[in-house]
């Protein structure tokens, strides 16, 4: 029914977030899911589809499993636009997604570096100040 729904704004290209959240449990009753020495915790991956806002695949791993390691094993197709966090801070997997095609979009982390190749400016009712567009630099 949401896939149905019209919008008042759509992307030419699918749109999908890719998210992850810890979930604790009980390490006595969960043995297999022990996080530290008295925690237990899994993590629940989602890729999310903003076609009908429905999420289009899931993994659950251990409570320990890097967010970039899951990253890595997944596959787009070209022209696919990703909406990624900081935990997903990865240059080689960056690297690999421009050039397949898939673009991404997440926020910077405060220590990293870049050159801004170009910057254009939103319209004044945007909430969005200006667009940025930029090049990582690997750090020396």
């Not at 890097?66 to 080689?92: C, K, M, S």
Request: include cysteine; hydrophobic fraction near 45%.
């Amino acid at each position: 029914m949401a896939a149905l729904k019209r919008r008042r704004f759509r992307f030419k290209h699918p749109l999908r977030t890719l998210d992850a959240t810890l979930i604790q449990l009980c390490a006595t009753v969960f043995d297999r899911a022990r996080f530290q020495r008295t925690k237990g915790a899994i993590n629940l991956h989602l890729q999310l589809d903003h076609q009908g806002c429905l999420p289009c695949w899931a993994l659950v791993t251990d409570g320990d499993t890097n967010d970039v390691r899951v990253a890595q094993r997944l596959t787009f197709a070209p022209g696919t636009i990703v909406a990624i966090d900081r935990g997903y801070l990865d240059h080689a997997l960056y690297h690999h997604w421009t050039v397949i095609g898939v673009w991404f979009v997440t926020r910077s982390r405060t220590n990293m570096l870049y050159e801004v190749i170009a910057r254009h400016p939103m319209l004044s009712r945007e909430c969005i100040l200006c667009q940025v567009l930029y090049s990582c630099r690997a750090p020396v």
